[in-house]
Protein backbone atom coordinates (compact mmCIF):
# COMPACT_ATOMS: atom_id res chain seq x y z
CA UNK A 1 0.00 0.00 0.00
CA UNK A 2 3.08 2.42 0.48
CA UNK A 3 3.98 3.88 -2.37
CA UNK A 4 6.96 6.35 -2.05
CA UNK A 5 9.16 8.26 0.57
CA UNK A 6 9.67 12.04 0.08
CA UNK A 7 12.33 13.88 1.52
CA UNK A 8 12.21 16.03 4.93
CA UNK A 9 10.75 19.50 4.06
CA UNK A 10 8.42 18.24 1.07
CA UNK A 11 5.31 18.66 1.69
CA UNK A 12 1.79 17.81 0.34
CA UNK A 13 -0.35 19.77 -1.77
CA UNK A 14 -1.35 23.08 -0.88
CA UNK A 15 -5.31 23.73 0.46
CA UNK A 16 -7.22 26.65 0.62
CA UNK A 17 -9.97 27.36 3.01
CA UNK A 18 -8.18 26.57 5.93
CA UNK A 19 -10.27 26.41 8.97
CA UNK A 20 -8.27 27.04 11.92
CA UNK A 21 -8.79 25.09 14.79
CA UNK A 22 -6.45 26.87 16.96
CA UNK A 23 -5.75 30.83 17.32
CA UNK A 24 -1.86 29.83 16.67
CA UNK A 25 0.21 26.86 16.74
CA UNK A 26 2.57 28.49 19.05
CA UNK A 27 2.04 26.86 22.88
CA UNK A 28 3.16 29.66 24.42
CA UNK A 29 0.25 32.41 22.95
CA UNK A 30 -1.64 29.64 24.24
CA UNK A 31 -3.71 31.52 27.51
CA UNK A 32 -3.71 28.49 30.52
CA UNK A 33 -6.80 30.46 32.15
CA UNK A 34 -9.38 30.05 29.35
CA UNK A 35 -11.03 26.36 28.45
CA UNK A 36 -9.92 24.80 25.66
CA UNK A 37 -12.43 26.74 23.36
CA UNK A 38 -11.26 29.83 24.01
CA UNK A 39 -7.73 28.93 22.33
CA UNK A 40 -9.34 26.76 19.88
CA UNK A 41 -12.07 27.21 17.22
CA UNK A 42 -14.02 24.45 18.52
CA UNK A 43 -17.31 25.17 15.78
CA UNK A 44 -16.31 22.02 14.12
CA UNK A 45 -15.77 19.47 16.64
CA UNK A 46 -17.60 17.26 18.86
CA UNK A 47 -16.24 16.00 21.84
CA UNK A 48 -16.83 12.47 22.87
CA UNK A 49 -15.96 11.15 26.41
CA UNK A 50 -15.17 7.93 27.94
CA UNK A 51 -17.96 8.23 30.60
CA UNK A 52 -22.08 7.64 30.00
CA UNK A 53 -24.15 4.20 29.83
CA UNK A 54 -22.45 1.58 28.10
CA UNK A 55 -22.18 1.53 24.65
CA UNK A 56 -23.23 5.04 24.38
CA UNK A 57 -20.50 7.63 25.25
CA UNK A 58 -21.50 11.17 26.26
CA UNK A 59 -21.10 13.44 23.42
CA UNK A 60 -20.26 17.53 24.15
CA UNK A 61 -21.89 19.44 21.12
CA UNK A 62 -19.58 22.62 19.50
CA UNK A 63 -21.46 24.83 20.67
CA UNK A 64 -20.66 23.90 24.90
CA UNK A 65 -17.39 23.75 23.34
CA UNK A 66 -16.90 26.94 21.93
CA UNK A 67 -15.39 29.86 23.81
CA UNK A 68 -13.09 30.97 26.78
CA UNK A 69 -15.87 29.34 29.09
CA UNK A 70 -16.58 26.75 27.62
CA UNK A 71 -16.79 22.94 27.99
CA UNK A 72 -13.93 21.32 30.15
CA UNK A 73 -13.62 18.42 32.92
CA UNK A 74 -10.52 16.35 33.81
CA UNK A 75 -11.36 13.89 30.40
CA UNK A 76 -11.05 17.43 28.20
CA UNK A 77 -8.84 20.49 29.66
CA UNK A 78 -6.72 23.44 29.24
CA UNK A 79 -3.32 22.90 31.24
CA UNK A 80 -2.78 25.74 33.34
CA UNK A 81 0.80 24.98 32.66
CA UNK A 82 0.98 25.62 28.93
CA UNK A 83 -2.89 26.36 27.66
CA UNK A 84 -2.58 23.04 25.74
CA UNK A 85 -5.99 21.34 24.97
CA UNK A 86 -5.41 18.01 26.76
CA UNK A 87 -7.38 15.09 26.73
CA UNK A 88 -7.19 12.07 29.13
CA UNK A 89 -8.74 8.77 28.48
CA UNK A 90 -8.21 5.99 30.95
CA UNK A 91 -7.95 2.68 30.59
CA UNK A 92 -11.55 1.88 32.06
CA UNK A 93 -14.34 3.72 30.64
CA UNK A 94 -17.29 3.54 28.18
CA UNK A 95 -16.73 2.65 24.40
CA UNK A 96 -18.48 2.74 21.42
CA UNK A 97 -20.45 -0.46 20.21
CA UNK A 98 -17.74 -1.11 17.60
CA UNK A 99 -15.00 -0.67 20.36
CA UNK A 100 -12.96 -2.00 23.22
CA UNK A 101 -11.64 0.71 23.98
CA UNK A 102 -12.12 4.18 25.81
CA UNK A 103 -11.38 7.64 23.89
CA UNK A 104 -11.21 11.79 25.19
CA UNK A 105 -11.29 12.79 21.21
CA UNK A 106 -12.76 15.28 18.94
CA UNK A 107 -15.31 14.14 15.52
CA UNK A 108 -15.24 16.82 12.80
CA UNK A 109 -18.02 18.34 12.26
CA UNK A 110 -19.57 20.76 9.99
CA UNK A 111 -20.12 24.73 10.76
CA UNK A 112 -23.80 24.13 10.19
CA UNK A 113 -23.66 21.79 13.14
CA UNK A 114 -24.00 18.53 10.92
CA UNK A 115 -21.56 15.73 10.91
CA UNK A 116 -18.70 16.10 8.39
CA UNK A 117 -18.98 13.62 6.14
CA UNK A 118 -16.68 14.74 2.78
CA UNK A 119 -15.78 12.63 -0.28
CA UNK A 120 -12.16 11.55 -1.19
CA UNK A 121 -12.43 13.59 -4.38
CA UNK A 122 -10.61 17.42 -4.01
CA UNK A 123 -7.89 17.88 -1.14
CA UNK A 124 -8.33 17.39 2.68
CA UNK A 125 -5.72 17.61 5.60
CA UNK A 126 -5.63 17.39 8.88
CA UNK A 127 -2.60 18.94 10.86
CA UNK A 128 -1.63 18.72 14.69
CA UNK A 129 1.27 20.04 16.75
CA UNK A 130 1.10 17.60 20.24
CA UNK A 131 2.91 15.85 22.67
CA UNK A 132 1.87 12.49 24.65
CA UNK A 133 2.21 13.38 28.05
CA UNK A 134 1.62 9.79 29.31
CA UNK A 135 0.58 6.12 27.54
CA UNK A 136 0.20 2.86 28.95
CA UNK A 137 0.84 0.85 25.63
CA UNK A 138 -0.75 2.56 22.81
CA UNK A 139 -2.60 5.41 21.83
CA UNK A 140 -4.15 6.77 18.65
CA UNK A 141 -3.58 10.59 17.99
CA UNK A 142 -5.54 11.42 14.36
CA UNK A 143 -7.97 9.30 11.68
CA UNK A 144 -9.55 9.65 9.05
CA UNK A 145 -12.91 7.70 9.32
CA UNK A 146 -15.35 5.99 7.00
CA UNK A 147 -18.81 8.02 7.08
CA UNK A 148 -21.96 6.67 5.49
CA UNK A 149 -21.40 4.93 1.45
CA UNK A 150 -21.73 1.67 3.35
CA UNK A 151 -22.36 -0.54 6.13
CA UNK A 152 -18.54 -0.49 7.66
CA UNK A 153 -17.86 1.62 10.86
CA UNK A 154 -14.10 0.85 10.13
CA UNK A 155 -11.49 3.92 9.79
CA UNK A 156 -9.25 4.18 6.97
CA UNK A 157 -6.34 5.55 8.54
CA UNK A 158 -5.33 5.43 12.29
CA UNK A 159 -2.25 7.13 13.42
CA UNK A 160 -0.77 5.69 16.57
CA UNK A 161 1.74 6.69 19.32
CA UNK A 162 3.38 3.32 21.46
CA UNK A 163 4.69 3.63 24.51
CA UNK A 164 8.21 2.67 22.61
CA UNK A 165 8.00 6.72 21.24
CA UNK A 166 7.75 4.43 18.02
CA UNK A 167 4.88 6.59 15.91
CA UNK A 168 3.38 3.83 13.49
CA UNK A 169 0.30 4.53 10.82
CA UNK A 170 -1.86 2.02 10.43
CA UNK A 171 -4.23 1.56 7.24
CA UNK A 172 -7.27 -0.08 6.49
CA UNK A 173 -6.99 -3.27 3.85
CA UNK A 174 -10.70 -3.22 3.18
CA UNK A 175 -13.81 -1.68 4.62
CA UNK A 176 -14.56 -5.45 5.94
CA UNK A 177 -11.29 -4.91 7.87
CA UNK A 178 -7.66 -5.80 8.39
CA UNK A 179 -5.05 -3.15 9.33
CA UNK A 180 -1.44 -2.69 7.69
CA UNK A 181 0.94 -1.02 10.34
CA UNK A 182 4.26 1.07 8.90
CA UNK A 183 6.61 2.86 11.12
CA UNK A 184 6.75 6.40 10.32
CA UNK A 185 8.69 8.10 13.18
CA UNK A 186 10.00 8.16 16.96
CA UNK A 187 9.55 11.16 19.57
CA UNK A 188 10.50 10.22 23.05
CA UNK A 189 7.47 10.36 25.20
CA UNK A 190 6.41 14.15 26.69
CA UNK A 191 8.44 15.71 23.75
CA UNK A 192 6.38 18.03 21.00
CA UNK A 193 5.67 17.00 17.32
CA UNK A 194 4.00 17.53 14.24
CA UNK A 195 1.98 15.44 12.09
CA UNK A 196 -0.74 15.94 8.77
CA UNK A 197 -2.98 13.23 7.74
CA UNK A 198 -3.79 14.37 4.12
CA UNK A 199 -6.02 13.26 1.06
CA UNK A 200 -5.34 13.98 -2.69
CA UNK A 201 -6.25 13.33 -5.26
CA UNK A 202 -9.07 11.02 -4.61
CA UNK A 203 -6.86 7.85 -4.18
CA UNK A 204 -4.31 8.65 -2.02
CA UNK A 205 -2.86 9.34 1.70
CA UNK A 206 -0.12 11.85 2.37
CA UNK A 207 1.19 11.61 5.70
CA UNK A 208 3.77 13.84 7.21
CA UNK A 209 5.26 13.56 10.73
CA UNK A 210 8.03 16.00 11.54
CA UNK A 211 8.64 17.19 8.19
CA UNK A 212 8.98 13.79 6.63
CA UNK A 213 6.09 12.63 4.22
CA UNK A 214 5.60 9.06 2.92
CA UNK A 215 2.39 8.29 0.76
CA UNK A 216 0.19 5.63 0.47
CA UNK A 217 -2.23 4.38 -2.02
CA UNK A 218 -6.53 3.96 -0.68
CA UNK A 219 -7.48 0.71 -1.88
CA UNK A 220 -10.56 1.20 -4.28
CA UNK A 221 -13.13 -0.54 -2.36
CA UNK A 222 -13.34 2.70 -0.08
CA UNK A 223 -14.23 4.67 -2.85
CA UNK A 224 -18.04 4.77 -2.20
CA UNK A 225 -17.38 5.96 1.58
CA UNK A 226 -17.66 9.48 2.89
CA UNK A 227 -15.09 10.15 5.54
CA UNK A 228 -14.40 12.69 8.46
CA UNK A 229 -11.37 13.47 10.78
CA UNK A 230 -10.83 12.76 14.37
CA UNK A 231 -8.35 13.72 16.62
CA UNK A 232 -7.52 13.38 20.25
CA UNK A 233 -6.71 10.59 22.93
CA UNK A 234 -7.90 7.27 22.14
CA UNK A 235 -6.60 4.42 23.83
CA UNK A 236 -5.45 1.37 22.33
CA UNK A 237 -5.49 -0.84 25.42
CA UNK A 238 -8.27 -1.94 28.35
CA UNK A 239 -7.94 -2.90 31.85
CA UNK A 240 -10.07 -2.87 35.29
CA UNK A 241 -7.68 0.81 36.03
CA UNK A 242 -8.97 4.51 36.26
CA UNK A 243 -5.11 5.82 36.75
CA UNK A 244 -3.43 4.00 33.85
CA UNK A 245 -4.20 5.52 30.29
CA UNK A 246 -2.87 7.80 27.87
CA UNK A 247 -2.90 11.93 27.96
CA UNK A 248 -2.73 13.90 25.11
CA UNK A 249 -1.48 17.74 24.79
CA UNK A 250 -2.61 19.51 21.34
CA UNK A 251 -0.96 23.01 20.73
CA UNK A 252 -2.03 23.26 17.27
CA UNK A 253 -5.28 21.49 15.27
CA UNK A 254 -5.70 22.47 11.88
CA UNK A 255 -8.35 21.13 9.04
CA UNK A 256 -8.52 22.53 5.51
CA UNK A 257 -10.60 21.15 2.68
CA UNK A 258 -10.66 22.53 -0.86
CA UNK A 259 -12.58 20.79 -4.38
Not at 47 to 59: C, I, K, N
Not at 94 to 116: C, K
Amino acid sequence: MKRSKVMAGVGVTAVVGVLAVMSTGNATAADPGKAPGGNFDLSIWQLQEPVGSPGSPTTIPSSRLQGANGYQDSYFYTDKRDGAMTFWAPEKGVTTPNSNYARSELREMNRSGSAANWSLSGSHKLSATLRVVSVTKNVCVGQIHLGTGGSSTKPLVELYYRSSGDIVLGTENSPSGGQTLHTVGHVSVGKTWTYTIAVSGGDTIDLTVNGSTTHYSIPSSFFSYKQYFKAGSYNQSSSDSTTNGARVAFYGLNVSHSS
